[in-house]
């Protein structure tokens, strides 16, 4: 149990467009979910906390209108990053959160910006 | 102030023989939650074991165990008997939760060990 996927898992876009992220709770409902960020050989960082149904948590530094989070049911949310630019390209990993205290994460998206 | 703290950048471990992997944190708040994920080289992050503050017991899931010395504010991970799978990234977690809002919890992960199991 506690599956969540993340699709796609790798993107290559070019500087300006638009890519987006989806990460789905498989059998269980997420009341919140996670997006993070991981540069190479570097720990997590939180980006922001999406809540269904209401606007996302983002933490400080992180562009509101650059990276759109929308958590539109129990069991989705996704993630889209506006006008990429080649310091966007990183590895995003969602995580969600249900009845139990843990966090399960997705795979990650391994987004690259040419 | 790091919030979490990871002091071995890398560990390399004979298979068979048990690891600890160091982890201290700094909080004032009084309910706080402390995690270990495993990532894997594939990138996903796995959940092996969770610490809740008010919890007086270590936490044991099969092969590890949390050695929680809370006036030391320290939360190592024991793996014994440790595999060639057991190669990975190990990160450390604190969860905090405003007591202003609920459902704004916040993981923070320090900057992980990377351990090789050695045949």
């Known amino acids: 149990g506690a599956v969540v996927s993340q699709h796609p898992s790798r993107v290559i876009c070019k500087s300006g467009t638009s890519v987006k992220i989806e990460c789905r709770s498989l059998?269980?409902?997420?009341?919140?979910m996670f997006w993070y960020r991981q540069f190479p050989k570097q720990s997590l960082m939180l980006m922001a906390t999406?809540?269904?149904?209401?606007?996302?948590?983002?933490e400080q530094g992180v562009e509101k209108d650059k990276f759109l989070i929308n958590h539109a049911s129990l069991t989705l949310s996704t993630l889209t990053v506006t006008s990429a630019h080649p310091e966007d390209s990183s590895f995003y990993i969602c995580?969600?959160?249900?009845?139990?205290?843990?966090?399960?994460f997705g795979p990650g998206t391994r987004l690259t910006v040419t | 102030a790091q919030k979490i703290t990871q002091t071995q950048p890398g560990m390399f471990v004979q298979e068979k023989e048990a690891v600890t992997l160091d982890c201290t944190y700094d909080?004032?708040?009084?309910?706080?939650?402390l995690f270990w994920y495993k990532q894997p080289s594939s990138g996903e992050m796995i959940f092996l074991i969770y610490?809740?503050?008010?919890?007086?017991q270590n936490a044991t899931e099969g092969r590890y165990s949390l050695n929680f010395q809370k006036a030391r504010k320290s939360a190592n991970l024991v793996i014994s008997a440790s595999q060639l799978g057991d190669s990975a990234m190990y990160f450390c977690?604190?969860?905090?939760?405003?007591?202003?809002?609920?459902?704004?919890?916040?993981?923070?992960f320090g900057t992980g060990t990377r351990l090789t199991i050695i045949p």
């Open positions: 999406s809540n269904e149904g209401s606007k996302a948590t983002y």
């Open positions: 059998d269980f409902q997420a009341t919140t």
């Open positions: 610490q809740g503050s008010y919890d007086e």
């Open positions: 995580s969600a959160r249900g009845t139990r205290i843990e966090q399960y």
């Open positions: 909080t004032s708040d009084q309910s706080y939650g």
């Open positions: 977690a604190m969860r905090e939760v405003p007591v202003s809002n609920f459902g704004n919890e916040k993981l923070t």
